[in-house]
């Protein structure tokens, strides 16, 4: 069993940046690809970025390629998620994921979630 918490949501002006972190419980978490999605009001959640079990690969959606960062600290059993010149269109509840397996790249498998941060992007 895995328990993710969120952290590092809130409210920022168009073209700021945030850090999300992921705190992780279970020893096994250096063995699980990572990942973050959104869901945004109305809409289906999305894949935003994954990272595999050592931090060698990872993937991000196209629409936040160059401007967020997914990066993993496994001794300290987080994964973190930083944004940069965000936008409106990111306004959304971000969620961290964990898979069973190694990776986390699309088409991703997630058997964990967090409860959620909500990220407010004012324009």
């Known amino acids: 069993q895995v328990q993710l918490v969120e952290s590092g949501g809130g409210l920022v002006q168009a073209g700021g940046s945030l850090r999300l972190s992921c705190a992780a419980s279970?020893?096994?978490?250096?063995?699980?690809?990572m990942g973050w999605f959104r869901q945004a009001p109305g809409k289906e959640r999305e894949f935003v970025a994954g990272?595999?079990?050592?931090?060698?690969?990872?993937y991000y959606v196209d629409s936040v390629k160059g401007r967020f960062t997914i990066s993993r600290d496994n001794a300290e059993y987080t994964v973190y998620l930083q944004m940069n010149s965000l936008k409106p269109e990111d306004t959304a509840v971000y969620y961290c994921?964990?898979?069973?397996?190694?990776?986390?790249?699309?088409?991703?498998?997630?058997?964990?979630w967090g409860q959620g941060t909500q990220v407010t992007v004012s324009s």
């Open positions: 994921a964990a898979s069973r397996l190694l990776t986390m790249s699309p088409p991703v498998r997630t058997d964990y």
């Open positions: 279970g020893r096994t978490f250096s063995n699980r690809g």
């Open positions: 990272i595999s079990w050592n931090g060698g690969s990872t």
